[in-house]
């Protein structure tokens, strides 16, 4: 009896999660037509919904950030296109409307220099989202395992020593391309920034309201997020600069 109950559920939720992906992929599809003639606010709207249904992607977030863009509302926009960029972090297009965004900012803040080695690495695992680099880990290590099986199986020794040394090449690929994915996955789980969206926030000394001003932000720019203590962020800026702001002032991406 309980195996049948539980069969029924699965079936249940199955039918569920396949009517919410018909019903986004017709609420996407209205957002695109909405978007083409002009209409943001709706455009907005559709991509809303589909978001509060728990589908994400970066091409729903790269366009929701166009409509808000569109509709002169540049803090939501630069949000979203950071949540795109979380997700696919070399699309060009992202980055490009992203940065456009960020001329409406009115903080400049300079950015602490980065080890030459640091930035190579981390613009490498950046050039693929953690998806693909998984995939490409999976093929290699299907291809190391079946070149592997020649190697054990075949009577030529010449074929088993390109098989071996084949099948090494692909080991190794598939070692890095996973290392890849996963620190790509873990930038993503540990992502720890927030846009700012008052239009101006007074940075404090610490968590409390008697606190100092240390400095002032404005909104869409974006800070790290490196504590929290009740209802306050301790942040910190690409200048390394230092402080405590409420939780309400800020979004995190």
Known sequence: MNKKIFF?????????????????????????????????????????????????????????????????QYTKAILYYEKAKLLAPSDED??????LSKKFVVDKIDVLPQILISTWLDKFTGAMSSDTWAFFSIITFILFLVLLTIYFFMRSLVVRKIAFGISMIFLFVSIITFICAYDQKKNIDDNKH????????????????AGTVLFVIHEGLKVGIQDKIGDWYKIKLSDGSVGWLKVGEVEVI
């Open 194 to 209: 927030a846009i700012v969206f008052n239009s101006t926030v007074n940075v404090k000394s610490s968590p409390d309201d």
């Open 94 to 99: 992202i980055n490009f409307n992203l940065e």
């Open 8 to 72: 029924v559920v699965c079936i249940f939720l199955s039918f569920s999660w396949i009517s919410k992906a018909e019903d986004s992929k017709k609420i996407a599809d209205s957002a695109v037509v909405y978007y083409s003639q002009n209409k943001f606010d709706k455009t907005i709207a559709c991509y809303e919904k589909i978001l509060s249904n728990g589908y994400e992607s970066p091409e729903i977030y790269f366009n929701a950030g166009n409509a808000y863009y569109k509709t002169k």
